[in-house]
T-cell receptor, first 114, second 114 residues
Framework: DTGVSQNPRHKITKRGQNVTFRCDPI?????LYWYRQTLGQGPEFLTY????????KSRLLSDRFSAERPKGSFSTLEIQRTEQGDSAMYLC????????????FGQGTRLTVV | SQKIEQNSEALNIQEGKTATLTCNYT??????LQWYRQDPGRGPVFLLL?????KEKRKERLKVTFDTTLKQSLFHITASQPADSATYLC?????????????FGTGTRLTIIP
């Protein structure tokens, strides 16, 4: 296993379009997080899954954001009707909870909305 | 709501000296406090974890302290090297029901000057 994989690495989209990102966690990890990070800021929590159950979604997230982890393996994050303010790095991380709480991150998907 | 503050946005340290980074938080103490390193354009990488009942942890040139009375963690890099230049993130993990997620601070950008 080579670690957490995110695709695509970069995405440029026009305002108003929908985008979907994929995250493949480390195979034995049951917990999966999504974060958003803008320049000079720390990762901002978006949502997390324990296996296939979505346990929490940030109140900062609008209804345009949705995430799934249908079989408890890979996850997708969709943003509908993108806005320029959605431009950021979207990070996925996984961990094996409760055995370990440290998170292993992917390289991220950089979204630019033009 | 829980707030996590890291002492400064940027810190410049002479090579060979000890770099000390601060993480302060409000409200409840976490079950675990973690430190990550992030290089530009990459996802964070886990460095060290300290539990709420531990006062100090070491790993090679790294040392973390945790004071639940002060609600503060200090992260030290001794004999600093230019390769240590990166952004360092503090993250808190709470194990209270309904709040079991990893929350990050804003980060401190550390530059080691040769």
């Amino acid at each position: 296993d080579t670690g957490v994989s995110q695709n695509p690495r970069h995405k440029i989209t026009k305002r108003g379009q929908n985008v979907t990102f994929r995250c493949d966690p480390i195979s034995e990890h049951n917990r999966l997080y999504w974060y958003r990070q803008t320049l000079g800021q720390g990762p901002e929590f978006l949502t997390y899954f324990q296996n296939e159950a979505q346990l929490e979604k940030s109140r900062l997230l609008s209804d345009r954001f949705s995430a799934e982890r249908p079989k408890g393996s890979f996850s997708t994050l969709e943003i509908q009707r993108t806005e320029q303010g959605d431009s950021a790095m979207y990070l996925c991380a996984s961990s094996q909870y409760p055995l370990n709480t440290e998170a292993f991150f992917g390289q991220g998907t950089r979204l630019t909305v033009v | 709501s829980q707030k996590i503050e890291q002492n400064s946005e940027a810190l410049n340290i002479q090579e060979g000296k000890t770099a000390t980074l601060t993480c302060n938080y409000t409200n409840y103490s976490p079950a675990y406090l973690q430190w990550y390193r992030q290089d530009p354009g990459r996802g964070p990488v886990f460095l060290l974890l300290i539990r709420e009942n531990e006062k100090e942890k070491r790993k090679e040139r790294l040392k973390v302290t945790f004071d639940t009375t002060l609600k503060q963690s200090l992260f030290h890099i001794t004999a600093s090297q230019p390769a240590d230049s990166a952004t360092y993130l503090c993250a808190l993990f709470f194990s209270n029901f309904g709040n079991e997620k990893l929350t990050f601070g804003t980060g401190t950008r550390l530059t080691i000057i040769p």
